[in-house]
C-alpha cells in the first residue's frame, strides 16, 4: 500500500482543490465552481468513485451542521465536513480510526470569504493526504473501521472538527487515534532558508484534561509525563512511519501545537481521545494565510508551485503506513498490571489478551526513564512476563501483534499490588 500512494495523484488532488479560487468556510456555497461548496462536492465525488471500488465497505456523506453569527463567522451558515467511512470487518471490533485534512483555506483576511486562497498546503496537503489514503486503502479490508475525513472551518476556530468530535464523544465511538494532517507537503523555509524533504513533525500533548484526581496522582507518582494517550500515539507514530518509509524521519515535539497556531487535533485531545498534529519540518510564512502578491520581488500566497509532491508522498504513506498497522492489528491487551507486592530486581507482568481479533503473541516493551523512544522488546506468547530488568529503572508496556505483525498501540500497566 505504501508503494501505491503516488505524488501525481496528490498533485492532481491540489490542482483541483486550487482550482475552486477560495475555499473560506463562508464563501459561496452555490458556485458549480468555485467555493466551498463546489470544493465539498468535489471531494464527496472523489470518495465516492473510490466507494465504488470497494466492494460496498467504502460510504461517503457531507455532515453538516449550522453555525451561528460569531467570532469568525460573519452570518449563519452552513458547514460541511465531508466523511468517508471505510466499516471493519469484523462485527466484533468496534474500534475506529481517523485521519483527518482541513479543507477549508483562508485569505490575509480570514473573513474575507471572495478574494483567491490557494491553499495549496494549508491544507490542500493534508486533504490530499487524506484523499489518497482513502484511494488506497478501500481497496483493502481491515477488521476496525477507518474514517477518512476533510472538515471546514479550520480557519474560523476549528468548527468542523469541533462537531466532528463532539458527536465521537457524545456517541461514545472507541476511537483509539486520530491523525490530523495541516501543511505537510512544503520543505523548505523563509528566514533560515533551510531545505529538507527528510523530516516530519508529529506534536503531541503531554496529558488529556480527562487526566485528573486519580490518573493525575499516579502520572507523578510514576513519572509519567512522557506516556499520556497522545504522546504514546506519536511514538507509535515514529516507530511505523520509519519502518515503512525510506528516507523519512518522523521527529516528535513534545508539545500540542505551535505558537501562534491551532489545529483539528485539538478538540478531541480536548475530549480525551489521543490525536496527534502531523506537520511538515520547516514552514514558510510567505505561503500560509497570505493574499496572493508579489512584494519587494517576494510571491506571496499558497501556491502549488512551492509544493515539494515527493516530501508529500512520504508524509502521505507514513500515515497510510500508522493507520492500516492500527486497523489490521488485534486492538491493545487487557488489564495490563505490574507486581509490586515484593521489592525485586526483577519486573513481572501480566495482562489479559485483547478483546478483538487474535493475537499471536505480544511485545513486552522497555525503556529508560530518559528515553524517549521504546529501546527493547521482547517477544512472548504468554500474558505474563518476568523480565530481568528492575521496575524502578525502566518503562515498560505491553502491545499485542498479530499473525501478520501487526502491533496494537502498546499499554502501560497499571499497579497491582
Ligand atoms: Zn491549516
Not at 188 to 202: G, K, M, P
Not at 305 to 311: L, Q, R, V
Not at 335 to 348: I, P
Not at 389 to 410: H, M, R, W
Request: aromatic fraction near 8%; glycine fraction near 6%.
Amino acid at each position: 500500500m505504501v508503494n501505491e500512494v503516488s505524488p501525481d495523484s496528490l498533485r492532481s488532488y491540489i490542482t483541483s482543490l486550487v482550482s475552486f479560487g477560495t475555499r473560506s468556510t463562508l464563501s459561496t456555497q452555490t458556485d458549480q465552481k468555485k467555493g466551498i461548496g463546489a470544493a465539498r462536492n468535489w471531494v464527496l465525488s472523489k470518495f465516492n468513485q473510490f466507494a465504488a471500488n470497494s466492494g460496498g465497505r467504502l460510504s461517503a456523506y457531507i455532515d453538516t451542521t449550522t453555525i451561528s453569527k460569531g467570532g469568525r463567522v460573519d452570518k449563519p451558515t452552513l458547514l460541511g465536513n465531508v466523511v468517508a467511512v471505510l466499516k471493519g470487518t469484523d462485527p466484533n471490533d468496534n474500534r475506529i480510526f481517523l485521519i483527518s485534512g482541513h479543507l477549508d483555506s483562508r485569505a490575509s483576511d480570514v473573513m474575507n470569504a471572495i478574494i483567491d486562497a490557494p491553499g495549496a498546503n494549508d491544507d490542500g496537503s493534508g486533504t490530499a493526504a487524506v484523499i489518497e489514503c482513502a484511494r488506497v486503502m478501500s481497496t483493502r479490508s481491515f477488521p476496525a473501521t477507518i474514517i477518512f475525513i476533510a472538515v471546514s472551518g479550520e480557519e474560523q476556530s476549528l468548527l468542523g472538527s469541533g462537531f466532528m468530535a463532539e458527536q465521537a464523544k457524545k456517541e461514545n465511538w472507541n476511537l483509539e487515534a486520530v491523525f490530523n494532517n495541516d501543511i505537510m507537503g512544503s520543505n523548505n523555509s523563509n528566514e533560515t532558508n533551510i531545505i529538507d524533504n527528510t523530516r516530519v513533525r508529529v506534536f503531541s500533548e503531554a496529558f488529556s484534561p480527562a487526566d485528573t484526581g486519580r490518573t493525575i496522582q499516579n502520572i507523578r507518582n510514576l513519572g509519567l509525563e512522557n506516556d499520556g494517550r497522545s504522546r504514546q500515539l506519536a511514538r507509535y507514530v515514529k516507530e511505523i512511519g520509519e519502518r515503512y518509509v525510506d528516507n523519512l524521519e518522523v521527529v516528535m515535539v513534545y508539545r500540542n501545537d505551535r505558537f501562534l497556531r491551532g489545529g483539528d487535533h485539538t478538540p478531541f485531545v480536548q475530549r480525551g481521545f489521543a490525536a496527534v498534529r502531523i506537520t511538515e519540518m520547516n514552514e514558510n510564512y510567505h505561503h500560509q494565510h497570505q493574499d496572493l502578491r508579489i512584494e519587494k520581488g517576494i510571491q506571496y500566497g499558497d501556491l502549488p508551485e512551492f509544493m515539494d509532491f515527493e516530501y508529500l508522498r512520504k508524509n502521505t504513506a507514513m500515515n497510510l503506513a500508522n493507520l492500516a498497522s492500527l486497523a489490521k492489528a488485534t486492538s491493545m491487551p487487557q488489564q495490563v498490571q505490574v507486581e509490586t507486592k515484593n521489592l525485586t530486581n526483577s519486573t513481572t507482568l501480566n495482562w489479559s489478551a485483547p478483546k478483538s481479533g487474535k493475537a499471536k503473541g505480544y511485545y513486552v516493551l522497555m525503556r529508560e526513564t530518559t528515553s524517549a523512544v521504546w529501546q527493547k522488546k521482547f517477544f512472548t506468547a504468554e500474558t505474563k512476563i518476568t523480565l530481568p530488568y528492575s521496575k524502578d529503572n525502566y518503562f515498560f508496556a505491553v502491545q499485542s501483534v498479530n499473525e501478520t505483525g501487526n502491533e496494537s498501540l502498546p499499554v502501560l500497566p497499571s499497579v497491582a499490588r
